[in-house]
């Protein structure tokens, strides 16, 4: 898994609250959306973003506040 971790270089944010679109690179943490103020991740989740990029394969069919989508280099 971590190979294709590497692939991810930003993440795609869509608040289902009220629509903002918000696009992220790896480093950087949204845990809330910055319209509304909804939280996306748990606060207990971490700083590391392969951390939250796990969690996020994990439960990202369940999260009932944002979608989710991964941006992967091509040809790595």
Known sequence: MDKNLKKI???KI????CDT?????IG??????P???IKFIDENL????FE?????FK???KNKNAEFYFVCKKGM
């Open 9 to 11: 270089t930003e993440l």
């Open 14 to 17: 869509k608040c289902k609250n």
């Open 21 to 25: 679109k918000i696009i992220t690179k």
């Open 28 to 33: 950087n943490v949204i845990k809330t959306c």
């Open 35 to 37: 319209q509304c103020g």
């Open 46 to 49: 971490g700083y590391n973003p």
């Open 52 to 56: 939250i990029l796990i969690e996020l």
């Open 59 to 61: 439960s990202v069919d």
